[in-house]
């Protein structure tokens, strides 16, 4: 499945899986995304203020490398072989995990 970064502004926040670029474009309307968002901080400001705009772009090597190692490592550590909804943070994240799982409740990818 490809991946996609989120970017938040002009300030790349994380990487994903979706089937496509529409797909993930989807997920702009997603409130768990937007309540992820918003109640995840870095430097003790929110990522996203529900008024910045949402956009995505297709990974760096460095990007797509970093969503690899999280994946292999959830899946050493978990047993994790799922990949669909992961998300790894390209920024550090104050008092939050490497990585999250966005779960697909109304079919978005």
């Keep these: 499945m490809p991946r996609y970064v989120l970017v938040i502004g002009d300030r790349s926040v994380a990487v994903f899986d979706a089937p496509n670029f529409h797909r993930a474009n989807a997920l702009k309307h997603s409130a768990d995304l937007s309540a992820t968002l918003k109640h995840t901080y870095c430097g003790g400001i929110a990522l996203w203020n529900g008024s910045d705009q949402l956009n995505f772009r297709l990974p760096e090597p460095l990007d ?18 799922e990949d669909q909804g992961l998300f790894v943070w390209l920024i550090p994240v104050d008092n939050a995990n490497r990585w999250f799982h966005m779960k697909d409740h109304w079919k978005l990818w």
């Design 64 to 81: 797509e490398a970093r969503w690899q190692k999280q994946r292999r490592a959830n899946n050493a550590e978990f047993g994790l072989d």
